[in-house]
């Protein structure tokens, strides 16, 4: 199966190819993806080495002149440690990047803490303006990718990770999509996790809702699909709770209850493999299935 | 006859910054900060950046980014003197409804290329902006970022002068006001780091408009350009 960061590498060197305005920034991370189209356009291909303060910054100067800079490496890196850079550097100044990450939460769980940025979404909700997509599938971050790129001058976030759904939804960017329908709960499965909660969820009359856009979070849509009970199960592949907020001020005028699920705050030191991690975390179809019958009871 | 503003900011020389300055009010702390840079600021505007009031949109236009945000009452006095900002802003410095922070804000003041406080984000922004100049065939128009000896100390300065440096980026430009604040000093000059990261260097006395016009006009082909202001120490 393709993974979405090869995908991403295509649709980059595609659009670098399509449009002078593109230009896309790496610490080193992700760089020998880019060699072939970096020997065409060599001035739209930096590689700053092992520096992400400077990536971000960098991407910045170049939104700055007019370009539409891309920036990508691990979201630990990308949005974690120069997180200054990101509220200042593009925010602050005005102008807008597209920043892909990978490995998210738990890509890589044999490499430890250090590789895993669960918070990143959470963080990036402190800022204002940030688009956020989280795909579930190489498809959908290929027209995810796309649209990011020709969103204007925004500011943009891509959440690119190992974990994916066997097959491709029609996503559309900022929108929810309804997956199953039923007449109890509305259980919103974020990118990757739709699977598991499409196997989480079989039998039970809820609607499952699909997202592989989060921000910004399709209210409309939630409404909607509510039933006789507005009970809302969020289920995210990042921190537990990231959007139950959002949830709660879609809800704010009527009694509701909202369940968020996600990756736990609480530091989980083993190493091993993401089926393992997922399955510690209850975001296995078993773990969810548990908690999501008893909240709903 | 008319009372044109413009007929008006040409007359401003280097003598009347003092009075402009003096202008503002309410940011005593950063004083010998904001003193510091007036000197390289004002031969910047007067005789070395090819930007105008006019120009400030200009796609070839230079880019001046003052990453040493802290004190800019000499930058706003400058900015005034040339035309960018009108004088009668200068008395609301720091106020609610004034563009004229105690950081300035690129998106509040006219020919403000970018919002600083926090240090150590112009050289990584003059990076790229540099590099996206020349992405866009672009290569005659200079970047220039204002830095101070203690600004210095943030990792991230290093981290784009290291780069700069190693590829080249010959439009790029820092003048480093060395006024001896940094807590743990430059041992051997911060030319020298410059230097050894494959940049041109230079470092001149800080109040001479004749040994900064030089050095910042000095040719540095196919390596970016670095210039050390020395000023009085602080306090």
């Given amino acids: 199966m393709e993974t979405m960061r090869e995908r991403f590498v295509t649709v980059t060197a595609e659009l670098l190819e399509q449009d002078p305005r593109t230009a896309v920034v790496l610490a080193d991370i992700g760089a020998a993806g880019f060699t072939e189209v970096a020997r065409r356009h060599p001035d739209r291909v930096v590689n700053v080495g092992i520096r992400e303060q400077l990536l971000i910054g960098t991407a910045a100067g170049l939104a700055l002149t007019g370009m539409r800079p891309i920036a990508h490496t691990f979201a630990s890196f990308l949005v974690e440690r120069p997180f200054e850079q990101v509220k200042l550097d593009l925010g602050h100044q005005g102008v807008g990047a597209v920043l892909v990450s990978a490995m998210g939460s738990y890509d890589w769980p044999a490499g430890g803490r250090t590789h895993m940025s669960p918070g990143d979404v959470a963080l990036l909700d402190t800022l204002p303006g940030w688009t956020v997509h989280v795909p579930g599938h190489a498809d959908e971050a290929d027209a995810l990718l796309r649209h990011a790129v020709a969103d204007g001058d925004s500011n943009v976030y891509v959440r690119l990770s190992a974990h994916q759904n066997a097959a491709a939804q029609p996503v559309e960017p900022g929108r929810f999509l309804t997956v199953r329908h039923g007449a109890g709960a509305v259980v919103l499965a974020v990118g990757p996790m739709l699977d598991a909660v499409l196997a989480a969820t079989e039998g039970l009359d809820v609607t499952v809702l699909y997202a592989a856009s989060v921000r910004p979070f399709d209210r409309a849509a939630l409404r909607s699909a509510l039933g006789a009970r507005a009970d809302v199960v969020l289920v995210e592949p990042y921190l537990a709770g990231t959007s139950n907020n959002e949830a709660h001020e879609a809800l704010a005028d009527l009694p509701h209850r909202v369940l968020g699920l996600g990756v736990p705050r609480e530091e989980h030191r083993h190493y091993g493999s993401m089926d393992e991690h997922l399955a510690a975390y209850g975001l296995d179809a078993t773990g969810l299935r548990a908690r999501i019958t008893g909240f709903l009871g | ?235």
């Fill in chain 2, 1 to 235: 006859m008319t009372t044109e503003t413009s007929t008006e900011i040409h007359s401003y020389a280097f003598q009347d910054l003092p009075g402009l300055m003096g202008l503002m009010t309410g940011d005593e702390k950063h004083g010998p900060a904001a003193t510091s840079t007036l000197d390289a600021l004002w031969v910047l505007y007067d005789r070395v950046l090819r930007v105008t009031p006019d120009t400030v949109d200009a796609p070839d236009r230079d880019r001046f980014l003052l990453s040493k945000g802290h004190g800019p009452m000499a930058y706003y006095a400058v900015l005034a003197a040339k035309g960018f900002l009108p004088v009668e802003l200068l008395p609301g410095f720091g106020g609610y409804d004034s563009p004229l922070g105690h950081h300035p804000d690129r998106l509040l003041v006219p020919g403000v290329e970018i919002g600083s406080g926090s240090l150590g984000h112009g050289l990584p922004l003059a990076v790229g902006s540099a590099l996206g100049l020349r992405a866009q065939g672009l290569t005659d128009p200079a970047v220039w970022t204002l830095i101070g000896d203690a600004e210095f100390d943030e990792g991230s300065n290093h981290e784009a002068l290291a780069f700069a440096g190693a590829v080249g980026l010959d439009r790029l430009h820092v003048v480093a006001i060395d006024n001896s604040s940094a807590t743990h000093g430059w041992s051997g000059g911060i030319a020298a780091r410059f230097e050894a990261a494959g940049w041109s260097a230079r470092t001149v006395d800080g109040r001479d408009h004749q040994a900064l016009f030089e050095a910042f006009t000095a040719p540095h082909p196919g390596r970016p350009h670095a210039v050390v202001a020395q000023v009085e120490t602080k306090n």
